[in-house]
């Protein structure tokens, strides 16, 4: 055992990204492996998941998904990786569970599969022996003929080869290469696990052809094979040989995948960032309107002065600008909204409101939002009332919205986007609002009059 593998280190695990609200850069400590020595931390981290979850901001306090994890050692004060984190090939908690589980069972399933790995591996051998051996290193050599009970002095790996090319009966063969390949398939291949297989390394020290043989048929457990699908295509991407065109297309199709996954990840992040852009947003445009309706309350429009009313006009274009922003870059998220309900006109529903005064709306146009009515006619009311189910924002919407000397908005029936849409224009047009909860018109029109 080398020194290097008996050093030690302390490793610590981190997610780390930058938050999506207010881009401030945060780490969460989310493993510490403890001092351990190299050859105890390899065994540590076979048996360790670092579970992908989101961080939350220290700035802004924002939850947020993280992008990377870095591993760091402690001893060293020194980043050992980064690595980006891959939200399209996040896999779920069960199938991470079947994952570990088949590279814990590795061993009883290459028993189980083991002489029918082994017969078509020699197989593949036999086929083409001279090149099969081309593959081979000294010591892989020297093992075999050692199962052989052969004594040999090789002096490199190609006397070694011609050495086995002399020197090993046809009748030998299969014997030969299953001892000769135990480090390859069982030091490496069954050793590692799927999850640590190093495909590219292995193609430089085993040889191309042995490397895509085991990496395509070593006996492994379903969870994993998308795991050997991305290695296949690895190998591929870099062969050239007879069936080039084919291998290449396989590497092709790789490369695109693995664009479309950078795009996914890029696609995820822009929409948490919008997110916040509009709730932000949304609040600016409360906040101004607030400030509109606490403005006309306080005078009488003829005696505002000059100052309060130009305040009063670029607010509302404010608003104007940001609901315009809000409308272009508003998702089509589906809301928690009950269906828009038909409008009860059974008279009051209270006891207290049986004799309402609605002299106040005579003659107005009350638009009520959220809803719809069964007739056309105005009834037994004083005024006029125009309903919208405010579901899309049609040109009827805008037209019961700018036709109404009042605006009334069910507030359990309408979405957000609705409710700021018809906020805007009460701030911009002077139009009393009124947010309701009930559907009898009696009663709305009651709670409307008395205010
Ligand atoms: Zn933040």
Redesign the pocket.
């Known amino acids: 055992m080398s020194k290097f593998f008996d050093d030690f280190v302390h490793l610590k695990v981190y997610l780390v990204g930058r938050?999506t609200?207010?881009?401030?850069y945060?780490e969460l400590m989310v493993h510490d492996y403890g001092r351990l020595p190299y050859s105890k931390l390899e065994d540590e981290m076979d048996r360790t998941n670092h579970p992908i979850r989101p961080i939350s901001?220290n700035?802004?306090?924002?939850e947020y998904k993280p992008q990377q994890l870095v591993y760091r050692d402690v001893v060293r004060d020194s980043e050992v990786a980064k690595v980006n984190i891959d939200y399209s090939n996040i896999i779920d908690d069960e199938k991470s569970a079947a994952m570990q589980e088949g590279h814990d069972d590795r061993f009883k399933i290459y028993q189980k599969r083991e002489q029918e790995f082994w017969a078509a591996y020699t197989e593949f051998a036999l086929e083409d022996w001279k090149s099969a051996v081309g593959e081979l290193m000294r010591q892989e050599i020297e093992a075999g003929f050692a199962a052989l009970g052969k004594k040999t002095t090789l002096k490199s790996d190609l006397h070694a080869r011609r050495e086995v090319l002399q020197k090993i009966a046809a009748s030998d063969r299969r014997s030969f290469w299953i001892a000769a390949n135990q480090e390859f398939i069982v030091g490496e291949l069954l050793d590692l696990g799927v999850m640590g297989w190093v495909p590219i390394e292995f193609a430089k020290r085993y040889g191309a052809a042995r490397t895509r043989f085991g990496v395509m048929y070593f006996p492994i457990v379903e969870a994993l094979e998308d795991l050997r699908t991305k290695y296949i295509g690895l190998l591929f991407k870099r062969e050239r040989g007879d069936n080039a065109f084919l291998l290449r297309r396989i590497g092709q199709l790789t490369d695109a995948a693995h664009k479309q996954t950078v795009k996914y990840n890029k696609a995820l992040r822009q929409t948490d960032e919008q997110k916040h852009v509009i709730a932000e947003m949304q609040d600016k445009l409360g906040v101004a309107n607030a400030r509109i309706t606490e403005l006309s309350r306080q005078q009488p429009a003829q005696s505002r002065d000059s100052d309060d009313i130009r305040r009063i006009r670029e607010l509302k274009s404010f608003v104007g600008e940001l609901l315009a922003e809000l409308r272009a870059i508003r998702p089509d998220e589906p809301e928690d909204i009950g269906e828009s309900p038909m409008l009860d006109e059974s008279g009051t529903d209270g006891a207290d409101t049986s004799n309402p005064d609605l002299s106040a709306l005579e003659g107005k146009t009350v638009a009520i939002i959220g809803g719809y009515r069964s007739r056309r006619d105005n009834g037994d009311y004083p005024c006029e009332i125009t309903t919208h189910d405010g579901r899309k924002h049609d040109p009827d919407f805008y037209a019961a919205l700018q036709q109404a000397d009042i605006i009334v908005v069910l507030t359990r029936f309408i979405s957000h986007a609705s409710m700021w849409e018809a906020r805007t224009v009460a701030a911009q047009e002077d139009k009393p609002i009124h947010y309701a909860q009930e559907i009898n018109i009696g009663s709305i029109l009651n709670i409307v009059a008395q205010k």
Not at 21 to 24: G, S
Not at 59 to 62: D, E, L
């Open positions: 938050c609200k207010c881009k401030h945060n901001c700035k802004c306090g924002t």
